[in-house]
């Protein structure tokens, strides 16, 4: 719709106003006006609809990342939970640096800058990558063992004190070549969880493994061979200890958890058997978190401290016997056990 309006005025007096042709004012119907409104407004939406839709697939392709990548656990902190009593007890809030070792002259395994567990060769001054900062941080590792020629390591995690150097934990090991994982436990078990193991280690120089379970001895020839053979058969809690040491022992005399030896060939090993059953028992209340601290199935029963038993000798009772055994597992089908004598001017005392 178009309106002509004069400007210029004619006749100098009473003349009208006219504008110029090219000065034409366009004035847009109201009509129209509202549809190109409406089509404005309709092309925002879909334009905002299609910017969400994009911003929504980059979310999830970062989410899925983080999955692939083994952060899981860091998004668990977006939530947050209280700390319970247990975690400060056994040390679990507290940062750890894996120890350094030797596994030979020449063979240097440490913990990276990554957080992973890398090999440096003293005679070529090379660093390879061992196991990586995603194997580890999947098992919460808080302990190896490298075998002599560094084709497994043997993790420990998931560690539950029990004294000050005793504990029991999860054992898994780490294929190198392959990238796979071999949980260390019990094939015969009647239990439904996992084995805790109270000690495991290479025999030697070798891949045979010798652990203990339930205060027994057990070995096995081979990562691949699922097959536990039973070196001691005696174990009871609170009475013998086969292969680790007994409370007075651990906290006095040794320095670390195990009572086992091996040769460097792996060929035998020696081990310690302690019998506490004419130390006296003494019982003391155990205090942990349990369902109180944690907020989970509160009970009356949970108010009260939980009760364990030492086998701690007093002066002038009984202490525990003590009986040192070699064993002879050059062949795996005829194992040959020999208990060590003392000798005559210390046999009694």
């Given at each position: 719709?178009?309106?002509?309006?004069t400007?210029?005025?004619?006749g100098?007096?009473?003349?009208?106003?006219?504008?110029?042709?090219d000065?034409?004012?366009?004035?847009?119907?109201a009509k129209?006006k509202?549809?190109?409104?409406?089509?404005?407004?309709?092309?925002?939406?879909?334009?905002?609809?299609?910017?969400?839709?994009?911003?929504?697939?980059?979310?999830?392709g970062i989410?899925?990342?983080?999955?692939l990548?083994?952060?899981?656990?860091?998004?668990?902190y977006?939530s947050g939970?209280?700390?319970?009593?247990?975690?400060?007890?056994?040390?679990?809030?507290?940062?750890r640096?894996l120890?350094?070792?030797?596994v030979?002259?020449?063979?240097?395994?440490?913990?990276s800058?990554?957080g992973?567990?890398?090999?440096?060769?003293s005679t070529?001054?090379?660093?390879?990558?061992?196991?990586?900062?995603?194997?580890?941080?999947?098992?919460?590792?808080?302990?190896?063992?490298?075998?002599?020629?560094?084709?497994y390591v043997?993790?420990?995690?998931?560690?539950?004190?029990?004294?000050?150097?005793?504990?029991?934990?999860?054992?898994?090991?780490y294929?190198?070549?392959?990238?796979h994982?071999?949980?260390?436990?019990?094939k015969?078990?009647?239990?439904?969880q996992?084995?805790?193991?109270?000690?495991?280690?290479w025999?030697?120089?070798?891949?045979?493994?010798?652990?203990?379970?339930?205060?027994?001895?057990f070995?096995?020839?081979?990562?691949l061979?699922?097959?536990?053979?039973r070196i001691?058969?005696?174990?009871?809690?609170?009475?013998?200890?086969?292969?680790?040491?007994?409370w007075?022992?651990?906290?006095?005399?040794?320095?670390?958890p195990?009572a086992?030896?091996?040769?460097?060939?792996g060929?035998?090993?020696?081990?310690?058997?302690?019998?506490?059953?004419?130390?006296?028992?003494?019982?003391?209340p155990?205090?942990?978190?349990g369902?109180?601290f944690?907020?989970i199935?509160?009970?009356s029963?949970?108010f009260?401290?939980?009760?364990k038993?030492v086998r701690?000798?007093?002066?002038?009772?009984?202490?525990?016997?003590?009986?040192?055994?070699v064993?002879n597992?050059?062949?795996?089908?005829?194992?040959?056990?020999?208990?060590?004598k003392p000798?005559v001017?210390?046999?009694g005392?």
């Amino acid at each position: 719709m178009h309106a002509n309006v004069t400007s210029d005025r004619v006749g100098g007096g009473g003349g009208s106003w006219r504008l110029p042709p090219d000065e034409t004012l366009q004035v847009q119907d109201a009509k129209q006006k509202d549809h190109d409104l409406e089509l404005d407004e309709g092309h925002n939406w879909r334009s905002i609809i299609f910017s969400l839709i994009v911003i929504s697939f980059v979310i999830a392709g970062i989410i899925t990342a983080i999955y692939l990548l083994g952060y899981v656990d860091e998004l668990l902190y977006w939530s947050g939970r209280r700390m319970i009593l247990d975690e400060y007890l056994q040390g679990d809030l507290v940062p750890r640096r894996l120890e350094s070792s030797w596994v030979t002259t020449q063979k240097y395994v440490f913990q990276s800058d990554d957080g992973g567990l890398a090999i440096l060769d003293s005679t070529t001054n090379l660093i390879k990558v061992l196991v990586t900062n995603h194997t580890l941080r999947q098992l919460n590792v808080r302990g190896y063992l490298c075998s002599y020629d560094l084709k497994y390591v043997l993790l420990k995690h998931n560690v539950k004190k029990n004294f000050q150097k005793s504990f029991t934990a999860f054992y898994t090991i780490y294929d190198v070549e392959n990238d796979h994982h071999m949980p260390v436990k019990l094939k015969d078990s009647l239990k439904v969880q996992r084995t805790r193991l109270q000690y495991a280690a290479w025999l030697g120089n070798t891949t045979a493994l010798v652990y203990v379970v339930d205060n027994d001895i057990f070995i096995r020839r081979s990562p691949l061979i699922e097959e536990d053979i039973r070196i001691t058969t005696t174990g009871e809690e609170n009475k013998i200890y086969n292969g680790v040491p007994d409370w007075l022992y651990q906290e006095e005399i040794f320095d670390t958890p195990e009572a086992i030896w091996p040769s460097f060939d792996g060929t035998h090993f020696m081990f310690a058997i302690f019998n506490d059953s004419k130390v006296g028992l003494m019982s003391y209340p155990w205090l942990s978190s349990g369902a109180i601290f944690a907020g989970i199935g509160i009970s009356s029963e949970n108010f009260f401290p939980e009760t364990k038993n030492v086998r701690y000798p007093t002066p002038g009772a009984s202490n525990p016997e003590v009986q040192l055994w070699v064993v002879n597992i050059t062949n795996f089908d005829a194992i040959q056990k020999i208990q060590i004598k003392p000798p005559v001017s210390l046999d009694g005392q």
